[in-house]
């Protein structure tokens, strides 16, 4: 008889961000109760896309059960780029906002980079900032995209082992694939303490197949965030490896019904790596749950920053 086939461990990203938010609603209610007022959040959201709405829904949702203060400012597709931009700097002067978030897409008549750039430094908390990614590519302390931060508490809250690892990000996009394999490969004894110290190879869609392969197939981390679903197959991953799944798809399956699915061949990939993350039920979770860690830091540091100037 051959050797029974180990599953998987199955990484719980609800349970991780529930731990987590309830660890922050700690935090919260303690400054509260020493006088001071909760970290506020506002999310504007530009036309009727019922995902961005839907997304934006769950954001508040999560952080008004922390604590926060959470509101969302919702405009019609019509606004013009000066008119958002506007609103984007009355909140950038409002003592009483901490967080900032300008949910994506917008409009195609809006220039989504400059939109982004528009919002304070220090109250981006989808950390899309022009300087929030060139502090975090300078190892230097700032707000860190959540979804990218999610999937190194992943690693750090289940103590995957990332010194010295091979790691192979599939997905080059400037606010996920790209901070991901930054904090990666960066040294976790410089000042943001978020480094990981891997090897880190980037592969994206003019990877040759074979050479994907060839670089899962080698890497103990695999972090796919393309959105093509079964990208990542069975035979691409060495037996151990851990897999972090960031790639959400809605598919319509044989049934007829749809469901979301993510880059990887969950049911076959699951008989092989050593961890792994479910779409859904995975990194999504944790995203919220560091978008509600982004806002709490904003509202310390402007705290801390308010009382050096006092």
């Given amino acids: 008889m051959g050797a029974a086939r180990i599953m998987a461990q199955i990484i719980d ?3 991780l961000a529930k731990e987590i938010k309830d660890e922050l609603k700690t935090k919260i209610h303690g400054l509260v109760n020493l006088g001071h007022r909760a970290p506020s959040l506002r999310c504007i959201i530009v036309g009727d ?7 934006v829904k769950n954001k508040i949702q999560a952080a008004i059960d922390i604590g926060i203060d959470a509101t969302t400012i919702t405009y019609d597709a019509t ?4 008119d958002l931009i506007a609103a984007i700097n009355s ?4 003592k009483n906002v901490d967080g900032i978030l300008v949910q994506l897409p917008l409009p195609g008549t809006m220039d989504e980079r400059k939109v982004c750039n528009v919002v304070s430094p220090e109250k981006d908390v989808d ?4 300087n929030n990614i060139g502090q975090l590519c300078l190892d230097m302390p700032t707000l860190v995209p959540a979804t990218a931060l999610a999937v190194i508490e992943i690693l750090k809250r289940y103590k995957i082992e990332t010194f010295g690892r091979n790691a192979v990000v599939v997905g ?5 694939g790209m901070p991901i394999a930054m904090m990666l490969h960066s040294d976790k004894n410089h000042n943001s303490g978020l480094g990981m110290d891997a090897t880190v190879t980037i592969c994206h869609r003019y ?3 074979e050479k994907l ?3 899962c197939r080698n890497a103990d981390i695999i972090i796919t965030a393309t959105g093509v679903p079964k990208l990542i197959k069975a035979n691409m991953v060495k037996p151990g490896a851990t897999i972090i799944d960031v790639g959400i798809t809605r598919i319509t399956d044989e049934q007829g019904k749809t469901k979301l699915v993510g880059d990887v061949d969950y049911d076959e990939v699951s008989k092989i790596a050593g961890a792994i993350t479910p779409v859904p039920g995975g990194v999504g979770p944790m995203t919220v749950a560091m978008l509600m860690h982004n806002t709490f830091q904003a509202a310390q540091r402007l705290r801390q920053k308010e009382s050096n100037i006092q």
């Fill in 13 to 15: 990203g609800k349970a």
């Fill in 49 to 55: 896309d019922p995902a961005s709405h839907t997304y």
């Fill in 79 to 82: 606004l013009s780029e000066d």
């Fill in 91 to 94: 909140l950038n002067t409002d």
């Fill in 127 to 130: 950390g899309f900032h022009i």
């Fill in 172 to 176: 080059r996009s400037k606010n996920v």
């Fill in 207 to 209: 990877t040759p197949p």
């Fill in 213 to 215: 392969e060839f670089f």
